[in-house]
């Protein structure tokens, strides 16, 4: 057998090897898989905006006239006035001198890290950041120290040992905190006061992935900072392709920061741009979200709905406020399991399992939507009943 092959069944033997769901069709919180129709507890499209007429249509008009694709890089013709109303829109709503746009959340993360952290720069990093922040680090070339996930103790020991200061010995050195907003598998909030008095005290900057706070989390939508009535961070990053219903991300931060990243991020410069349809949507999606108090009450209602039922049924979840419920299981297997019983039932979940978690936290990531009705929360709630 070749190496890969040894690889390849040694993730099958870990119940570990991934697997792709073909969907032909959705409608609603129903999605289309191998001709089965299953209700959808497992996607981000947290307000069901990508479904909304309104985003629909205003795709539709912009691909008439731009095409469905950009046909190159931003910095050589496909940077269009739907990509500089947007950032413009984004910079109002978020309350920052400047906002770039990026292809994907991933190629964000990858040149924020990658270009304002430089080497000899010191990165003060949670264990549980996402993939694509951890991924960034690396190619930072800056020294990074992992805290463990939201401890503000150890965070305060990394700090008071490596943490630059402002002496001229030091000139040119940068500290960041670096922390999802909202955590993708966990969905807990990050500690917000603790991390901006912590920047201040030892001169760091604070970086936020708020992938799944902006849209769904405070009064405005603004997202988990806005949510917990915390400062802006100095650098917030966002995705598209969540609240927003659509695709790609922004990188929200000082008018000379955002230049250096049009000039150095690599993931940007050598990307093809957005695609000029999906910027205008994006603004459509934007204008909904600004007036979409009523989706973000009735999401609300959802997440206490479920979390209340789950609980009496003495099902273990970890403590969310967010749209992310994970469901601890423990074992792949048993998670495996769970998960084939629930599709059985017609409905679909995330079976999170290692290295995406760590070891003995395989789970259910149920995710809920505005659009989600009672009942089918209730369908749900007697498929786990069911599997427990």
């Known amino acids: 057998m070749s190496r890969i092959q040894q690889q390849l069944l040694k993730l099958e033997q870990q119940h570990r090897l991934r697997q792709r769901r073909v969907v032909s ?20 499209d947290y307000l069901g905006l990508r479904q909304h007429p309104q985003v629909i249509r205003a795709c539709a008009e912009a691909a008439q006239q731009y095409g469905v694709g950009s046909g190159a890089s931003a910095l050589i ?7 500089q109303a947007l ?35 010191n990165i003060f990093s949670d ?17 990074v120290y992992r805290y463990s996930h939201s401890n503000s103790l150890k965070l305060v020991g990394l700090l008071q040992q490596h943490a630059t200061g402002k002496s001229a010995a030091n000139a040119g050195q940068e500290n960041f905190i670096l922390s999802d907003g909202v955590f993708s598998m966990d969905g807990d909030v990050a500690a917000y006061a603790e991390l901006q008095q912590l920047a201040e005290r030892y001169n760091a900057s604070l970086i936020i992935d708020d992938a799944h706070g902006v849209g769904v989390m405070g009064e405005y939508g603004r997202g988990s900072w806005e949510a917990v009535n915390a400062a802006k961070p100095d650098v917030l990053i966002g995705t ?23 000039q150095k991020g690599r993931s940007y410069v050598y990307t093809t741009a957005l695609a000029p349809p999906i910027a205008a949507a994006t603004r459509a999606s ?22 209340q039922q789950a609980i009496t049924l003495g099902l273990e979840l970890l403590p969310s406020a967010s749209p992310i419920q994970p469901l601890m299981l423990g074992s792949e297997q048993r998670l495996l399991d769970w998960a084939e019983k629930l599709q059985g039932a017609g ?42």
């Open 25 to 44: 069709g959705l409608d609603g919180s129903r999605l289309s898989i191998n001709g089965k129709s299953l209700l959808n507890f497992a996607d981000n």
């Open 77 to 83: 013709s496909g940077y269009s006035d739907q990509h």
């Open 87 to 121: 950032e413009q829109e984004l910079e109002e709503f978020l309350g920052y001198q400047k906002v770039l746009l990026f292809s994907s959340g991933y190629l964000a993360n990858q040149a924020v890290m990658g270009s304002l952290c430089q080497r000899g720069d």
């Open 127 to 143: 264990q549980l950041n996402h993939a694509s922040l951890i991924d960034g680090c690396r190619l930072s070339r800056a020294t």
């Open 240 to 262: 598209l392709g969540k609240a927003f219903g659509t695709q790609g991300a922004y990188v929200a931060a000082s008018s000379e920061r955002i230049e250096w990243l049009v």
């Open 286 to 307: 934007l204008r909904l979200i600004c007036e979409g108090r009523k989706l973000r009450q009735q999401l609300s209602k959802n997440i206490a709905y479920f979390r």
């Open 347 to 388: 409905i679909l979940v995330g079976a999170i399992r290692p290295p995406t978690v760590p070891e003995g936290t395989s789970r259910l990531r149920i995710t809920f939507n505005a659009i989600h009705q009672q009942a089918e929360i209730d369908q749900l709630l007697e498929a786990l009943k069911e599997a427990a």
